[in-house]
């Protein structure tokens, strides 16, 4: 206890979170990126017609919104320019273009109804009238969050370990929310709950229709299963998964079959532990001279990972959240299953993809479709990371705002649209479109044109494939 207390008289108890050696532009207020430099925005000719990757996309769709910022809707761009150019309305955002009146107007709205499918990586958007589709979004989600919330689990217990001050243990004082849902699976969920809201603002939705599903996953897993069978797991009566994923394999190398006559076997991590998981199916034999080839890199396995459930445990883990928080802010929400939608879209002639289930989804039967759609990439908000990787003590450099610019902002060069990726203080950035067939790893800022700043939602206009 003596020792205990010697150490607290040393603790620094009122120290800022962010000590003051950090560098200042990554506290840099938010609002001084170059919004000033958005001019193509006030220029509705060239916001309307998209210019990218070779295609010229023609805006058929414009969103209006009214003076208190209710979504009205959509007129077409003719229509459009005619009132930016008497002066009532303003453009509020780019891409997808919306424009807000200055006057008031009579209001009448269709009904209109929203289709979402619903997923673990992408979710497809399409809303409809009964004449036409009116938006078609095709957002694809983070992954990268289980990596990044392990690696700093890592930081954290590496901090624990090395002579710092004292720090009270906090492992076991902690409770856990009654509607709590593992980091990545919240992000998925609230990014449909986002998706949807961004939508209202473009839209008046009069209806959402949703495609749910539920997953029998030990029956996908084994078909013949019934009964009892389901609370006696595969791993039933063995000491532990070691010991399952050897029975599994026949106490034999997986590698070389037993050739190399090594009679010790060890039980190797398809994918590291750290992104993989201890579940049987990221996990092999093999035998310990085979094991330590792979370890040193000499031999690639040809054993492949099996495929997990993520997919199908989060649908069933959110649907009825999903629905519930729809209804709760006050939308009319109804459901249909997979199934119905498939058999829809075979009948309907459409191919296979997020947006074209999400028009079957919203009830779509002979209504005109768009002929581009909203590809949307979510993305981490900052990095704020202090230093650059594993145990390295290489201050991660990169400020806020280089020459005016942030990452993920959309900039024009020589006459198209990207995406900064990244950039470097020689002034020379990355450039990227979403769909990544647009590659330039070095353009000097001074010949880029800010369009839009970045944000979470990075939103590009293509072609329907
Ligand atoms: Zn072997």
Request: hydrophobic share 35%; glycine share 8%.
């Amino acid at each position: 206890m003596q020792k205990l207390q010697a150490k607290l008289k040393n603790t620094p108890r009122d120290i800022p979170h962010v000590s003051r050696t950090v560098n200042p532009g990554l506290n840099r207020d938010e609002n001084l990126s170059g919004l000033d430099k958005v001019l193509a925005c006030n220029n509705s000719d060239a916001a309307l017609t998209v210019a990218h990757a070779g295609q010229n996309l023609r805006v058929s769709v414009v969103y209006v919104q009214n003076r208190r910022g209710d979504a009205l809707m959509p007129t077409s761009p003719r229509k459009a320019k005619r009132l930016l150019k008497k002066g009532s309305a303003v453009v509020i955002r780019r891409t997808p273009f919306s424009i807000k009146l200055t006057t008031a107007t009579g209001e009448t709205k269709q009904s209109i109804t929203l289709g979402i499918d619903s997923g673990y990586n992408k979710i497809g958007i399409s809303a409809i009238t009964e004449e036409k589709e009116l938006c078609a979004i095709d957002l694809s989600l983070r992954t990268d969050l289980v990596k990044l919330n392990s690696e700093r689990k890592t930081y954290r217990r590496n901090r624990r370990g090395r002579k710092t001050w004292y720090r009270e243990s906090r492992f076991n004082n902690r409770k856990k929310a009654k509607n709590w849902l593992a980091p990545s699976i919240q992000n998925k969920f609230d990014s449909h709950i986002k998706i949807v809201n961004k939508v209202k603002k473009l839209i008046p939705i009069s209806k959402i229709n949703i495609e749910i599903a539920a997953f029998d996953i030990q029956k996908i897993k084994t078909p013949e299963i019934f009964g009892v069978d389901y609370r006696l797991g595969v791993q039933k009566n063995f000491w532990n998964v070691r010991e399952y994923v050897l029975y599994r394999d026949g106490h034999c190398c997986q590698h070389c079959k037993g050739k190399s006559k090594n009679r010790i076997l060890e039980v190797h991590h398809i994918l590291s532990r750290q992104t993989g998981g201890d579940r049987p199916g990221n996990l092999a034999t093999l035998c310990s001279s085979c094991h330590e080839k792979v370890s040193k890199g000499k031999v690639v396995l040809s054993i492949t990972r099996q495929n997990g459930f993520k997919a199908e445990t989060f649908m069933t883990m959110v649907r009825w959240m999903l629905i519930y928080r729809l209804r709760v802010a006050g939308d009319l929400v109804s459901h249909t299953y997979g199934y119905v939608t498939k058999s829809k879209r075979i009948e309907l002639g459409l191919i296979k993809s997020h947006v074209n289930d999400a028009f079957v989804i919203a009830g779509g039967t002979n209504q005109t479709r768009l002929q581009y759609q909203c590809f949307v990439k979510q993305v981490r908000k900052c990095n704020r990371k202090l230093y650059k990787g594993d145990r390295s003590h290489i201050k991660n450099t990169a400020k806020r705002f280089i020459h005016g610019f942030k990452r993920f902002d959309k900039v024009l060069w020589e006459g198209s649209e990207f995406f900064v990726f990244g950039r470097r203080v020689s002034g020379y950035f990355h450039l990227r479109s979403l769909d990544g067939l647009q590659n330039k790893p070095s353009v000097h800022w001074c010949k880029l044109k800010l369009l839009e700043t970045g944000g979470t939602f990075l939103i590009q206009m293509g072609r329907v494939k």
